[in-house]
């Protein structure tokens, strides 16, 4: 069975793809290609598994460093008050995690919300080309520091 994780993963790795951001230890690092959430990543084991605990606990701990680098690396750039980690698999059965960055009112006016509580039409608002291309300089630049 295909998966669309792993083929986005695949279009990540090509030099074309704008949104990408690293090949880590364990995973590849997204821009999320919706930003109501300035600085909003996901993060991609790379090759496929569907729970995080059939993984070897070293690669476990190698994928938990990459989250750890790629939550520093947001917290740098944007400047966030809280920094949201979801892990779920609902929808996408494919090891990931998304992290967003949460902010004070009004420029996040639910911060105590789950993201994923937000309405469609809200979470699903694109990227500028300027704003996606100046967060992946500015990302990618704070994961190699």
């Known amino acids: 069975m295909a998966c669309p994780?792993?083929?986005?993963i695949a279009r990540a790795?090509?030099?074309a793809d704008p949104f990408f951001l690293a090949s880590?230890?364990?995973s590849v690092a997204i821009l999320h290609k919706h930003q109501p959430f300035p600085g909003w990543c996901t993060l991609w084991l790379k090759d496929h598994c569907e729970h995080t605990d059939q993984l070897p606990r070293s690669r476990q701990l190698e994928l938990w460093e990459d989250v750890a680098d790629l939550a520093r690396a947001i917290r740098a750039v944007?400047?966030?008050r809280r920094l949201n980690y979801e892990n779920l698999g609902n929808v996408v059965p494919h090891v990931h995690w998304h992290l967003i960055p949460r902010f004070e009112?009004?420029?996040d006016a639910e911060p105590t919300w789950a993201v994923f509580r937000h309405a469609p039409e809200f979470l699903d608002c694109?990227?500028?080309d300027d704003l996606r291309d100046e967060l992946v300089?500015?990302?990618r630049a704070a994961l190699r520091a």
């Open 105 to 107: 009112p009004p420029r």
């Open 137 to 139: 300089q500015h990302l």
């Open 126 to 128: 694109g990227v500028p």
């Open 13 to 15: 790795l090509q030099p």
């Open 5 to 8: 994780a792993c083929d986005r």
């Open 78 to 80: 944007t400047g966030c």
């Open 24 to 26: 880590l230890r364990q």
